[in-house]
């Protein structure tokens, strides 16, 4: 399966942005999707996931109450709705798909991953 992620831009503080990873070369169906992060040091951080098995949702405390994760499978699209964004929010944002729902914030579990797309948040 093949991911494109899109979406990012450059907002202000409190604002919002939709992500969408849209899927090609296989039905997303049977996959579970993460959203995953890479701040500008480097380091990458889980998001939010949505496992294929039970639509079980997991988020990153960070963003926990702020993000929504959903998938429309006739769109072979998950998204990603942030808002409330912060300036910590800023990143390179990532999909990931995995067949299975193993691990499902552990970058490691995911076989498959998108370009990223840029999300600023400035103050």
């Known amino acids: 399966v093949q991911l494109q992620a899109s979406g990012g831009g450059t907002v202000q503080v409190g604002g919002s942005l939709r992500l969408a990873c849209a899927a090609s070369?296989?039905?997303?169906?049977?996959?579970?999707v993460g959203w995953f992060r890479r701040f500008p040091g480097g380091e990458r951080e889980p998001v939010a996931a949505?496992?294929?098995?039970?639509?079980?949702?997991y988020y990153a405390d960070s963003v926990k109450g702020r993000f929504t994760i959903s998938r429309d499978n006739a769109k072979n699209t998950v998204y990603l709705q942030m808002n409330d964004l912060k300036p910590e929010d800023t990143a390179v944002y990532y999909c990931?798909?995995?067949?299975?729902?193993?691990?499902?914030?552990?970058?490691?579990?995911?076989?498959?991953w998108g370009q990223g797309t840029q999300v600023t948040v400035s103050s």
């Open positions: 990931a798909a995995q067949l299975t729902g193993t691990d499902p914030l552990r970058g490691d579990a995911y076989g498959y």
């Open positions: 070369g296989h039905s997303f169906r049977s996959y579970s």
């Open positions: 949505l496992t294929w098995v039970g639509s079980k949702i």
